[in-house]
């Protein structure tokens, strides 16, 4: 599926050394690039404010969530069903991956039992019923993103029989929502419906 991530934190850490490299280095351009048009379109932080790795990792995450959660009240219920070709997503199943995937990955951060385990992204849900879904990940998730310091992004937690970096999963909690959000987009444009990132801009600038 274009645009949507299938590599999760255990497929991640079962990747060659070369090839998590490669990945990682395109994981980090694409949450910079993110973070950048965040604060493109934010007023100019106070003079000497320290940008950490963290707080611009934690930054990133808080916007995407903002553009999830926006783009997923603008596509009418009816569209939810809407999938450009029949090998792609419905629109309703891209909001139920992104959802699933933030529980899945925080429930790492957490050290606990995910709460969504039993349930599949597949399974036909109202718009509803999907938007309370994407809130509540962001609440099971939010306790464990803002908490992050640098230091913190180091620890190693338990993923499965291997361990992995926090810092990582914060990381790819960003580039996922940013990936499935650009799939996203493009479902919305092909309704007529102009992206909540294109609408915050200025007018003259909104195409």
């Known amino acids: 599926m274009p645009g949507a991530v299938r590599c999760n934190a ?3 850490l079962a990747l060659s050394p070369h090839h998590r490299g490669m990945k990682l280095t395109l994981t980090l351009t694409a949450l910079f690039a993110a973070v950048a048009v965040h604060a493109a379109s934010q007023s100019a932080p106070p003079p000497g404010q320290k940008l950490t790795l963290a707080s611009q990792a934690i930054g990133g995450y808080t916007a995407i969530q903002r553009d999830l959660l926006e783009a997923a009240e603008l596509m009418p219920e009816a ?7 029949p090998e792609t997503r419905p629109f309703g199943q891209l909001i139920s991956h992104v959802a699933l995937t933030q529980f899945r990955t925080c429930s790492l951060l957490q050290g606990g039992q995910n709460p969504k385990a039993a349930e ?34 180091l620890q190693l937690v338990k993923v499965g029989p291997v361990e992995g970096a926090r810092g990582g999963m914060l990381v790819g909690l960003s580039v996922h929502g940013n990936e499935v959000y650009g799939t996203i987009a493009v479902y919305l444009r092909l309704k007529g419906i102009v992206p ?3 609408a915050r801009q200025t007018p003259a600038q909104t195409k």
């Not at 569209?79 to 070709?85: A, Q």
């Open 10 to 12: 255990l497929e991640w």
């Open 79 to 85: 569209d939810y069903l809407f999938k450009p070709t």
């Open 120 to 153: 599949k992204e597949e399974t036909p849900r109202s718009k509803a019923v999907l938007i309370a879904l994407l809130k509540e990940s962001a609440t099971f998730c939010n306790p464990h993103v803002t908490a992050m310091t640098d230091e913190g992004m």
């Open 196 to 198: 909540p990132t294109t």
